[in-house]
């Protein structure tokens, strides 16, 4: 079984800074892709940040130069650098990783269970 963890959510004022971490854990062969998404209420989920198992990135226009996505592939370990927060960042932040576990050959797609970012002051 594989399963991702996530930590480091909660409540900032603005122009604070949060880290995001997400763990990846079980029966893992290798990791591509790991990403940050976040959903707001009464919205849909949108991707905020990718990492290739290579390290590039790419990012939502919203949270270019604020947020900074990097992986430790020792540690299977994804983060999320928030910094300048402001309230429209607010959100349940989710990562997801694409995983070859060690019973099947192929990509499964696996997701976190969520960390609530408050950004308020």
């Known amino acids: 079984q594989v399963q991702l963890v996530e930590s480091g959510g909660g409540l900032v004022q603005p122009g604070g800074s949060l880290r995001l971490s997400c763990a990846a854990s079980g029966s893992i062969v290798s990791i591509d892709d790991m990403d940050w998404y976040r959903q707001a209420p009464g919205k849909q989920r949108e991707l905020v940040a990718v990492i290739t198992s290579g390290g590039s990135t790419r990012y939502a226009d919203s949270v270019k130069g604020r947020f900074t996505i990097s992986r430790d592939n020792a540690k299977n370990t994804v983060y999320l650098q928030m910094n300048s927060l402001k309230p429209e960042d607010t959100a349940v932040y989710y990562c997801?990783?694409?995983?070859?576990?060690?019973?099947?050959?192929?990509?499964?797609?696996?997701w976190g269970q969520g960390t609530q970012v408050t950004v308020s002051s």
């Open positions: 997801d990783a694409y995983i070859r576990p060690g019973w099947a050959p192929g990509l499964t797609q696996y």
